[in-house]
């Protein structure tokens, strides 16, 4: 199981691996990053990682996607990518799926895998990424082992435009 979640500054991501109902890794890593062209994450069946950038870096022909024999359908994975556009500080995050391998724009704050809705709930409350893995970690049986997280300005240097307006607490949007 794993959680992933994009914010306005960062992404975090737990390092928890299962197999079945067994616990088989605590420091698996889910998020990787090529300096100055992108960061890649991936949930689900994470030893699909290492080709579905290969993947991504020869053009991401749909039809060539890793995962789409019928000798790898029950490999689910969603792999995600945060790249800049041109230079011009704008950054983009897309996600594909095992089961849909076209692009799919996604906006930010993001999350995915199976803490996604808990940690929406932390972030749509103020929390940053990190904060939104902590508290899925804390609360679920999920989530777990090692937190990583990587600011974006560690990336793509520099960002000279903001991504998207900052999150808001559920206060700021509800008036509660």
């Not at 689900?44 to 996607?65: H, T, V």
């Not at 704050?109 to 940690?119: E, S, T, V």
């Not at 103020?126 to 974006?152: D, F, H, K």
């Amino acid at each position: 199981m794993m959680t992933i979640v994009f914010d306005n500054f960062g992404v975090a991501s737990d390092g928890l691996t299962v197999m079945g109902d067994r616990i088989v890794g605590r420091d698996t890593v889910k998020v990787r990053s090529r300096p100055r062209m992108a960061i890649y994450a991936i949930t689900g069946f994470d030893p699909m990682f290492d080709a579905a950038i290969k993947w991504f870096e020869a053009g991401a022909d749909p039809e060539k996607m890793p995962g789409k024999s019928p000798q790898e359908e029950s490999l689910f994975y969603t792999f995600m990518v945060l790249s800049s556009h041109a230079g011009n500080g704008r950054l983009s995050l897309v996600r594909f799926t095992s089961d849909c391998h076209y692009p799919e724009q996604q906006t930010i704050p993001f999350a995915a895998g199976a803490g996604a809705d808990y940690a929406f709930g932390a972030l749509w409350a103020g929390a940053s990424a990190l904060q939104a893995v902590e508290v899925v970690a804390a609360n679920t049986n999920s989530t777990g082992g090692r937190i990583s997280y990587l600011p974006y300005d560690e990336v793509f240097i520099p960002i000279t435009t903001q991504i998207i307006e900052p999150v808001r607490s559920y206060r700021e949007i509800c008036g509660g």
